[in-house]
T-cell receptor, first 111, second 114 residues
Framework: GQNIDQPTEMTATEGAIVQINCTYQ??????LFWYQQHAGEAPTFLSY????GLEEKGRFSSFLSRSKGYSYLLLKELQMKDSASYLC????????????FGRGTSLIVHP | KAGVTQTPRYLIKTRGQQVTLSCSPI?????VSWYQQTPGQGLQFLFE???????NKGNFPGRFSGRQFSNSRSEMNVSTLELGDSALYLC?????????????FGPGTRLLVL
């Protein structure tokens, strides 16, 4: 089976940097997604990593280490609108391409 | 390009009733997946349809079913509703549901079972 762990909740200050970790134990690996979900809204795609390393996209960066089963999402220059749930999802190889989602990390950004 | 749309957005039903939810994928997308999201369990996969065929299925009871039409629109049905079925039901579409592709989510249907 698959096991994906993320912290339940994190708080940070506007303008700061926050790192949201995700660890996974899966039978095979074929990519890791990060999604952002504001309360009452649909998840929106942030990033996709399939190779080791850092992918930077504006204020958001995502890192992957396949050997450690570990990823993080880094948010810089935090804004109040970044308050949302961040979902880590892993796609396993050898069959279905449907990703398995973690329970999400609720990020609260305060002034 | 229009995004994924879901109808209705909100629904209130009572135990024992049945419900049908609808999802229209992004134009050109042929894979549609359904998820149930609850505070306790997070996002859980229900099933995926591609070319009118159920291609993948999660671990949900047979009360949960779905179908896909030739225009890729999909419906899911829940029969004999239980209180625990109260959740946000999300559908997501992608071109063909293969590796490297991103899923795009609709706004969801919030179902409350009383």
């Amino acid at each position: 089976g698959q096991n994906i762990d993320q912290p339940t909740e994190m708080t940070a200050t506007e303008g700061a940097i926050v790192q949201i970790n995700c660890t996974y134990q899966t039978s095979g690996f074929n990519g890791l997604f990060w999604y952002q979900q504001h309360a009452g809204e649909a998840p929106t795609f942030l990033s996709y990593n399939v190779l080791d390393g850092l992918e930077e996209k504006g204020r958001f960066s995502s890192f992957l280490s396949r050997s450690k089963g570990y990823s993080y999402l880094l948010l810089k220059e935090l804004q109040m609108k970044d308050s949302a749930s961040y979902l880590c999802a892993v796609r396993v190889s050898g069959g279905s391409y449907i990703p398995t989602f973690g329970r999400g990390t609720s990020l609260i950004v305060h002034p | 390009k229009a995004g994924v749309t879901q109808t209705p957005r909100y629904l209130i039903k009572t135990r024992g009733q049945q419900v049908t939810l609808s999802c229209s994928p992004i134009s050109g997308h042929r894979s549609v997946s359904w998820y149930q999201q609850t505070p306790g369990q997070g996002l859980q996969f229900l099933f995926e349809y591609f070319s009118e065929t159920q291609r993948n299925k999660g671990n949900f009871p047979g009360r949960f079913s779905g179908r896909q039409f030739s225009n890729s629109r999909s419906e899911m049905n829940v029969s004999t509703l239980e209180l625990g079925d109260s959740a946000l039901y999300l559908c997501a579409s992608s071109l063909s549901g293969t590796a490297q592709e991103t899923q795009y989510f609709g706004p969801g249907t919030r179902l409350l079972v009383l």
